[in-house]
């Protein structure tokens, strides 16, 4: 067993193997690393990939960084962010909920428009309702279609096949 120390920068050509326990503060692979590993140009990896952070994030970013996204896991909840405007886009919770618009959401799948009026669809009552509940952004509700096959329009408990509460015109 040969131990050989190097002090600065190793330069090659060709095929490169290195086992053990040798420690390597960057190492750039195509390129002069600017990270502890810097690949440049495509890398493959066969076998399970980990990464092992309080907040891992895996980055995406064009050349010009005018729509870089991130796949985030903090806090429990997987996320895809859109890092140019620093706001969340789809949010995956423990248990299963998905938000898209929303870092929070409270059923399966809800959508919210922000400070525009917001979307949600809900299986209600264990999976034997759906219900599409267009709400503003107090919770009124606008619209509401249930498992029944009922329709309200400003209710949420349409006793008829189409309920309306307010005036039509």
Known sequence: ???????GNITASGNISASGDGLFD?????????????????ARVDGDFFIIESNPQIFLSDTNHNS???????????????????????TLDSSGNVGIGTTSPASIM?????SADGVKIIAANAGTEFVLNASTSNGTSRLWVGGTGNVGIGTT?????LTVEGNIS
């Open 110 to 114: 809800e959508i919210n428009g922000g």
């Open 26 to 42: 960057n190492v750039g692979i195509g390129t002069t690393p600017a990270q502890p590993l810097h690949v440049a140009g495509n």
């Open 68 to 90: 870089d996204f991130s796949i985030n896991l903090n806090s429990g909840l997987f996320k895809i962010t859109d890092t140019t405007n620093n706001a969340d886009r789809i």
């Open 1 to 7: 067993k040969t131990n050989t120390s190097f002090d």
């Open 157 to 161: 408990t349409p006793p008829e096949k």
